[in-house]
């Protein structure tokens, strides 16, 4: 299972199709973004990471959603544990922004147990 602490619905490792919808607070709007990815990071090894697919769904709400992985994605994999994760979005002028911006948010991945 996955839960994040703005995000706190499971979802259980090896599953695909899992996402995390985020809402970018503090910002104005998304409108001048050309991409977004998600980062997760495993806390008790700092260089496993991987990146995710992620979508603007809202420029203007700035709604954002992070796949977890598809089949063969990084969920189907995951270790359990705990991890860390962001969202980054590019603006066209080159400048990138980090969500959560105080420091990423923790991810609780839990072993499938069937």
């Known amino acids: ?4 602490t703005s995000n706190p619905r499971p979802a259980v ?18 409108t001048a973004a050309v991409s977004a990815r998600g980062i997760v990071t495993y806390s008790s090894d700092l260089t496993v990471t991987a990146e ?6 809202d420029p203007a709400g ?3 959603t992070v796949e977890l992985g ?3 994605g990084w969920l189907a994999s995951a270790a359990p ?10 603006f066209a002028d080159g400048s990138v ?6 420091g990423a ?6 072993a499938d147990l069937d």
């Open 70 to 72: 598809g089949a063969g």
């Open 13 to 30: 490792a090896g599953d695909i199709g899992d996402t995390r919808s985020v809402t970018l607070a503090g910002i104005a709007d998304l």
């Open 81 to 90: 544990g705990v991890w860390l994760l962001e969202a980054e979005i590019t």
């Open 62 to 64: 700035t709604d954002v």
């Open 1 to 4: 299972m996955a839960t994040t």
């Open 105 to 110: 948010d923790t991810l609780i991945v839990r």
């Open 97 to 102: 922004l980090s969500w959560p911006q105080a």
């Open 52 to 57: 995710l697919t992620a979508t603007i769904d």
